[in-house]
């Protein structure tokens, strides 16, 4: 398994089949190279059932480290609007785990919440052409 994901376990909602798959927490773009590339691929945390191929987007969200800027995205689909943004900005810095990721790279940090993933790639593909 690599760094920054792991094993979560979905449920069909079509057929309630329990199965096991790979979610993406965290990535740090200055050094999962891989998890960068599979996101400008296609799509994040999406999950496809074994037995009747029905495809499911996971309910998480990925924290993504832009390091070294001062900035941290967290994408989440299902944050629409800024009122879901804002929420989900205010639980974030409440976690413990991620104010540690906070302290590392100091409190200087601009956080923003994305839900539009071309919005996303974009913001990643503008960072790997300075710090590529
Ligand atoms: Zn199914």
């Known amino acids: 398994m690599m760094a920054g994901t792991s094993t979560v376990e979905v449920k069909c909602v079509k057929c309630g089949r329990i199965y096991e798959t790979e979610a993406i927490d965290h990535i740090d773009l200055s050094q999962d190279r891989d998890l960068y590339r599979r996101i400008q691929r296609g799509k994040i945390n999406r ?21 070294p800027l001062d900035l941290i995205v967290v994408y989440d689909q299902t944050a629409k609007s800024a009122s879901a943004r804002k929420e989900i900005e205010h639980q974030f810095r409440n976690v413990t785990s991620f104010n540690e990721v906070l302290e590392e790279i100091g409190n200087e940090v601009e956080f923003e919440v994305i839900s539009d993933l071309k919005k996303l790639k974009k913001l990643m593909k503008d960072y790997t052409k300075t710090y590529g």
């Open 47 to 67: 999950a496809q059932c074994p037995k009747c191929r029905k495809v499911m987007y996971l309910d998480r969200s990925v924290v993504i480290n832009f390091e």
